[in-house]
Each structure stands twice: as C-alpha cells, then as structure tokens.
C-alpha cells in the first residue's frame, strides 16, 4: 500500500472554510480516484467525496453536497477538498484514500493517508 500524505486540517469557526490537501507518493494515473473520509472517534468511516482523476467526475455526500468541493490540486500528484460554510457537525478526522471504483465504500480504497484534524467551534 502506498502511503498518502494529507495536510490542512485545523480549527475553524463555523460558517469558516479550510483546504484540505491529499499527496500522492507518485503519478496519479487517469484511471484512479482519490476520495475523502472522515471519523470521529467511536463511529465508523464516513465517505465525504471523491473524484476520478482523468475525467473529472465527482461523487458528494448528501451532508456535504453544495459546501464542499474535491479537485486536483496545484501539483500533479495533489488531490484537494475546499470546505466551505463549515458546521460543527464536520468536526472528524479526515483521510484522504485513492482507488479505482468511484464508491463511497472505505473497503473499495487500497491507499490511505494518515488523517487530518478538522475542528469547528460553534
């Protein structure tokens, strides 16, 4: 499994935004997707998007949908989340992943990054 590096993660007031960014060890080949989830502590994985590189197509949680926004990012091999409007309730750690079925299902991702703090403070 490679490892992903994902960084941007802090505390934020609600209705504040953050970036969050996910690097790849390497080429992040057309055929693949690069996702986010995110945790809180004692609940399972939750899937917030994710996005099939070589055609752009993209794929948001209900909760999320409108608010935040997964791309390419400015380096190749970087995939970003913009999260806007930020509320409580996004408090969790988030991970980005890579794979390559479009899915909201964690075990569909090989690759995992090892989790950024997102705090918003009411």
């Known amino acids: 499994q490679a490892q992903l590096v994902g960084s941007g993660g802090g505390l934020v007031q609600a209705g504040g935004s953050l970036r969050l960014s996910c690097s790849a060890p390497?080429?992040?080949?057309?055929?693949?997707?690069m996702a986010w989830f995110r945790q809180v502590q004692g609940k399972e994985r939750e899937f917030v998007a994710a996005?099939?590189?070589?055609?752009?197509?993209?794929l948001y949680a209900d909760s999320v949908k409108g608010r935040f926004t997964i791309s390419r990012g400015d380096a190749a091999n970087t995939a970003n989340l913009q999260m806007n409007d930020l509320k409580p309730e996004d408090t969790a750690v988030y991970y980005c992943?890579?794979?390559?079925?479009?899915?909201?299902?964690?075990?569909?991702?090989?690759?995992w990054g090892q989790g950024t703090q997102v705090t918003v403070s009411s």
């Open positions: 992943a890579r794979g390559v079925d479009l899915s909201s299902t964690p075990s569909q991702y090989r690759d």
């Open positions: 390497g080429r992040i080949y057309s055929s693949a997707v």
């Open positions: 996005f099939r590189w070589g055609v752009g197509r993209t």
